[in-house]
């Protein structure tokens, strides 16, 4: 009587059998399901501060004023019927780029900021699924936040405005 190649587990116990699956075969599932789950983030900068992150870029020619914008930024109004949420929405200015935290996922618009326009014109998300109001939430500031074309900063405070009219205000995150 020949052995099959493809028997699994010869001879071993059922017990044997049962740890070696809990004890090594499950976690290493576990871990590589998780891996496969988690928000790809490969395009987009790091935030400041983070493992990581980017050395601010050098500020291009023909920006003066940009050095005043640079920092980390807090939303705390909006143009919209919804109440700006709890969970902070930052927007983070590094040197002509801007990077930052919404609801659920990471933005990067790489040379937005001039010394007098705001372009959010190639902006990159992260696909992390969020709840009902935080895609709600995203959907809403994703689509002001495109249609910037001015800033304007007042102490502790900076507005994006759109045609003439702020849509958008944060403050120095603290």
Not at 30 to 49: D, E, F, R, V, Y
Not at 135 to 164: M, P, V
């Amino acid at each position: 009587m020949s052995r099959s190649p493809f028997r699994l587990v010869p001879r071993m116990k059922t017990k044997v059998f049962v740890v070696i699956v809990f004890f090594f075969v499950l976690p290493v599932i576990t871990a590589c399901s998780s891996l496969m789950t988690q928000t790809p983030t490969a395009n987009l900068p790091a935030i400041s501060g983070s493992p990581g992150a980017l050395e601010t870029p050098a500020t291009p020619a023909g920006s003066a004023g940009v050095e005043q914008l640079q920092g980390v930024w807090e939303l705390v109004w909006w143009d919209h019927q919804l109440s700006v949420p709890q969970e902070p929405i930052t927007l983070i200015i590094e040197g002509s780029d801007v990077v930052g935290q919404m609801d659920c996922n990471r933005y990067h618009i790489p040379n937005a900021v001039t010394s007098t326009e705001f372009r959010p014109e190639a902006m990159t998300i992260t696909f992390a699924l969020c709840n009902e109001a935080g895609e709600e939430i995203e959907a809403t500031y994703q689509k002001l936040l495109s249609e910037i074309d001015t800033w304007k900063r007042a102490e502790d405070s900076l507005a994006l405005s759109t045609k003439g009219t702020e849509t958008l205000r944060y403050r120095v995150q603290k």
